[in-house]
């Protein structure tokens, strides 16, 4: 999300009964800080894979961090809120696949991430590969 105000607007309306208004691809999550204990409440985007939801975030932010080594958060999206289990994806190899599945599975958001998309709808393996050194992958599974 671009600014403070701007996440503070997509919480109040996540939260809200107007939440379909943003569509099914925004969530809010909220993550404990590993250091500090405090929660952490942040917009972020998520697609669907399967069972898990899958997020994206630049290697610059830091929530991301507090799901390393499989912590648990709250994800709320859909105007539900799952308990989830989250998996970060920082290798090279790993954050280049994760965004080839990703655009194949959303081709409309690769512009965002200035990948370009092949003849045949394929994102450019270059465009990946550049997008993995500033990008990691979060996948998310919903816990019982």
Avoid at 42 to 59: E, K, L, M, Q, W
Avoid at 104 to 114: E, S
Wanted: net charge positive.
């Amino acid at each position: 999300m671009p600014n403070n105000f701007g996440n503070i607007f997509v919480k109040v309306l996540i939260n809200s009964p107007f939440h379909f208004l943003l569509g099914p691809n925004i969530a809010l999550i909220t993550v404990t800080g590993r250091k500090s204990g405090t929660l952490i409440s942040t917009p972020i985007n998520v697609s669907r894979d399967g069972t898990f939801y899958i997020a994206t975030s630049t290697r610059k932010r830091t929530w991301w961090r507090n799901l390393r080594h499989g912590a648990s958060a709250q994800l709320r999206v859909a105007g539900q809120t799952i308990r989830v289990h989250g998996e970060v994806m920082e290798s090279m190899d790993e954050v280049t696949e994760g965004l080839r599945r990703y655009f194949q599975q959303n081709p409309k958001l690769a512009k965002y991430f200035n990948i370009h998309l092949a003849a045949d709808g394929q994102p450019v393996r270059e465009d990946l590969q550049r997008a993995a050194t500033e990008h990691v992958i979060i996948r998310l599974q919903p816990m019982p």
